[in-house]
């Protein structure tokens, strides 16, 4: 056991650090004779036991904390956001940083207990500790509050003994200034970013083991600290570019090969078998995830049992997670079939099935974080007004920069963004849908794929929403990457394939038809004119986010998403990486 054993458990087999309390029996506790522990709860605790992945087998001891109520003190627990972690391998490879991980054993532990709850302890304490009133003293976990308090206390870590801040606007990424030499002997200022998902921690920095030996001096550290070869369920590899430096990928093969098999084995149990992927059908491309024609909103199948409904929300939850990944190549289909979690069909459970066949065909694609810049031809460059003068309709408007954003250092990045909207895709609602891919350099940071709130009588009016949901996305990454100490170069460059928006959007005189697009239609035209955004016009065919709008062929949705998703050979291998290589920055 860690720790002095507790007063009434001399031979405790139990890890948990609790205490006993003195002079009282539990029926004295329940009857309100114990003064000292007035107000306190009684709750149930258990053990756990749980094979992993990996099939290393766990056990943990946990309060049933589903007996008390919800108490009065912060159970809400933030964890760092996806694009954040992203955004961080981006930044290592930009600034040429090393990048660590470790994770916290028995992390909630070393929190103190909020709550005031008390369970009468059992046989894990061994024979001589039956029947004792055991007082919770740490954040045990199965309580509302242990989260909440773990965070808190490992936040004060980060803060005061190890001198990061929180960059506020995610608030479990950390930042601290710092200063290295480089191979001139010049001192070059930058930002360490520390991480943490839990007790998940990742390091950027010149030197991750100094920050990792710190918190190694106050937590215990499962397995020590190393190079991350997953994060967050994504696996991490790193990639050699052709100037020798190193740039990270991110990949979901693991995770979508156990996802498959899961599926499998539930299948077998049936008596059924993952259908095999047809080359084509009524002559149409049949090799991604759904028919090009498919409607789930028209499907009168009968509805699922319970055991079957339950099945296709654990499919669809798993495909989420493998889109949180980086499978932006089912990403709208996914969406889609999300919207039939309360009530899915037979039909429904079919369409998940053939999601999950296509990811049998490809389990391993990778999202690469490359630092690398888009460059544009002198015909893109041009296709953007630069001459506007938006003065007269907004005033001197400018980019209002967040409240105690640091001196930027390091790299400056480019943001670019792609935006669409397939109109009245709903066949039943005639809602609209909206697909958005944002890149960092050439590192996709967010992917976005869902239905439009509101019901839109024109493709006018579905693109305007898109662009202002991209706009939207795209202040919200600004202000993340100023809160992060990155420079940033310029306007995002907004890419959409509706020549009125663009044009409502990027000509000042251009006025607007649709009233009731007025909203969307000002804001955006004001990030415009603040130097936040700027609008270009791309075609349909090389329009990346086309992809994430509706079910397109394999051939185009391979065509538009290949440059982002990788085969493990080529990235290993390829020769030279990036959008730069689509056709629309070649013509």
């Known amino acids: 056991p860690r720790g002095p054993a507790p007063r009434y458990a001399p031979h405790t087999t139990c890890k948990h650090k609790l205490q006993g309390a003195p002079f009282h029996t539990p029926d004295q506790v329940r009857n309100g004779e114990a003064k000292n522990l007035t107000g306190f709860i009684e709750i149930q605790c258990h053990i756990v036991f749980d094979i992993k992945l990996d099939l290393t087998r766990k056990a943990r001891f946990v309060a049933g904390g589903h007996l008390t109520e919800t108490p009065a003190c912060m159970t809400y627990s933030s964890v760092v956001s996806r694009d954040s972690v992203r955004l961080a391998f981006l930044i290592a490879a930009l600034n040429d940083l090393d990048v660590s991980a470790t994770d ?3 992390a909630y532990l070393n929190a103190p207990c909020r709550e005031k709850v008390w369970y009468e302890s059992g046989l894990e304490w061994g024979p001589e500790g039956v029947g004792n009133v055991m007082v919770i003293e740490k954040a045990l976990y199965g309580l509302k509050s242990s989260g909440a308090a773990w965070r808190a206390m490992f936040s004060d870590s980060i803060i005061n003994q190890l001198g990061f801040v929180s960059t506020i606007v995610d608030p479990d990424v950390y930042r601290r200034k710092s200063t290295y030499k480089d191979a001139n002997g010049t001192s070059v200022d930058y930002y360490e970013l520390l991480l943490v998902y839990v007790d998940d921690v990742l390091v950027i920095s010149k030197e991750p083991n100094e920050v990792m030996k710190k918190i190694g001096n106050s937590f215990r550290l499962k397995d020590g600290w190393n190079e991350p070869t997953s994060y967050l369920g994504a696996e991490t590899f790193q990639h050699t570019r052709p100037n ?3 740039c990270w990928a991110l990949g979901s093969g693991k995770y979508v090969k156990n996802l498959i098999e899961q599926v499998k084995e539930m299948l077998s149990e049936d008596g059924l078998a993952l259908k095999s992927p ?7 491309d049949k ?3 759904l028919h090009t024609d498919y409607k789930p909103e028209l499907d009168t199948s009968p509805l699922l049992d319970e055991d079957l409904h339950s099945r296709y929300q654990q499919i669809i939850g798993g495909l989420r997670w493998a889109v949180e990944l980086g499978r932006v190549d089912i990403n709208v ?3 889609i079939m999300s919207q039939y979690l309360a009530a899915p069909r037979e039909g429904h459970l079919e369409a998940a099935y053939d999601i999950i066949r296509y990811l049998s065909v490809r389990p391993d694609r990778r999202l690469l974080m490359s630092p690398k810049r888009i460059p544009y031809t002198e015909a893109i460059t041009k296709s ?3 001459t506007a003068d938006w003065k007269e309709f907004y005033g001197e408007m400018e980019e209002e920069d967040p409240h105690g954003m640091p001196t930027p250092l390091g790299e400056a990045v480019k943001i670019t963004t792609y935006l669409d909207a397939n109109h009245a895709n709903n066949v039943v609602t005639r809602r609209s849908h909206t697909g958005i891919l944002i890149f960092v350099n050439n590192a996709l940071i967010v992917q976005y794929s869902k239905k ?17 949901t991209a706009r939207d996305l795209t202040v919200a990454l600004r202000i993340k990457l100023k809160m992060f100490g990155v420079p940033i170069d310029g306007p995002a460059d907004f890419f959409c394939d509706n020549e009125s928006v663009v044009k409502n959007t990027s000509i000042p005189t251009s006025v607007l038809a649709k009233k009731h697009n007025a909203v969307n239609y000002h804001i955006i035209r004001e990030s415009v004119a603040a130097g936040i955004m700027r609008v270009a016009k791309i075609p349909t065919k090389e329009n990346m986010s086309d992809a994430l709008t509706k079910i397109l062929p394999h051939s185009q949705r391979n065509y538009l998403l290949g440059k982002i998703l990788y085969w493990p050979s080529e990235i290993k291998g390829r020769k030279e990486l990036g959008l730069d290589e689509r056709k629309q920055h070649s013509k």
């Open 104 to 106: 916290v054993g028995n």
């Open 244 to 246: 020798g430096k190193t």
């Open 278 to 284: 047809p080359a084509s059908q009524n002559g149409k």
């Open 287 to 289: 090799l991604g995830p």
């Open 333 to 335: 289909d996914v969406a």
């Open 384 to 386: 953007f007004n630069t």
């Open 452 to 468: 439009q709130n509101t019901v839109e009588s024109a493709t006018f009016g579905a693109e305007m929403v898109a662009m202002r």
